[in-house]
């Protein structure tokens, strides 16, 4: 028998030394068994050390390579899909985008190992990457807009080709938004651009949403910044209603004092429910955002 571990989920798995296929029934994840003195295993294992000296190398036309031909001999490896992955979203270029690409590859580790935290780590990575690549492009497309139009206002509008390249810098940081819709940075360059360039987008459907949902943001951040004052607040109040309970308790206080201590149990109650109520406002007018 062989012992081995499951390389997603780390499970024991004990196989048949004669199974060249092994299938893990905690996790489903697919493990193929190389026989490391075969011209196959031994040409797997090296692909497998250059691809690991790939990826510390952070090349990314030789992880691609030698993912390649790790797959020729074993394409049911999710690892080796993920890797080319992650290897095409980094290659993308003005020309050609892999972002499309990039997510067919991890399709394929899916269809492997099952929508685990993995996959959706690894989805969501790329997204990323993506978007903070179309939003550089972006800026970098403003920055030269700006040389070839420095003298733009709205009494100046230029020609239509300089209004062609702005259109376009906005078409790439809308395609960033749309990947990462709560990237703060993207929508602010939206926000930016539409306000420097406003008789160009003041119509834009696309650039008005977004920038609602900014406005949401905002209106969301504000109010959670006073829900957590006033939840401090409260605390605070608590702390001081519960001092002057033990006074009351104890008795320390009698006549005119006791009066005056009544009042201030009763103005902190009052402060206390006021601060309640403004959470429960605030919490109502929070904007959903998903």
Known sequence: MINLRCPSCGANLELSDHMGMAHCEYCGTK??????????????????????????AQNYQEIIYYSNKALEIDST????WIKKALAVCNL????????????????KAEEIIGENEQIIEISDKIKKMQSRWLNNLGVEKYEIAITKSPNLTMYNQGTSDVKKMF?????????????????????????????????????????????????????????????????????????????LQ??????????????????????????????????????DKLHPLS
């Open 167 to 243: 259109t376009e810098v906005m078409d790439y940081l809308l395609a960033a938004s749309y990947l990462a819709p709560m990237d703060i940075e993207i929508l602010e360059n939206i926000e930016c651009l539409r306000n420097q360039y406003y008789w160009i987008f003041s119509n834009d459907h696309r650039v008005k949403e977004k920038l609602s949902f900014l406005d949401r943001i905002r209106e969301n951040e504000h109010s959670e910044s006073l829900i957590n004052k006033y939840q401090q607040t409260i605390s605070m109040k608590k702390k001081e209603l519960a001092a």
């Open 77 to 80: 490896n999710p690892e080796l």
């Open 92 to 107: 993308s270029t003005e020309e050609k985008q892999r972002y499309d690409e990039a997510k067919e590859y991890l399709e």
């Open 246 to 283: 033990e006074k009351e308790h104890l008795g320390v206080f009698r006549g005119v004092k006791r009066v005056i201590l009544d009042v201030k149990v009763k103005q902190v109650l009052a402060t206390i429910e006021m601060f309640q109520e403004e959470i429960e406002y605030l919490s």
């Open 31 to 56: 493990i193929f068994l190389h026989d490391e003195d075969s011209n196959d295993g031994r040409r797997y294992q090296n692909y497998l050390e250059l691809l690991d000296a790939a990826v510390e």
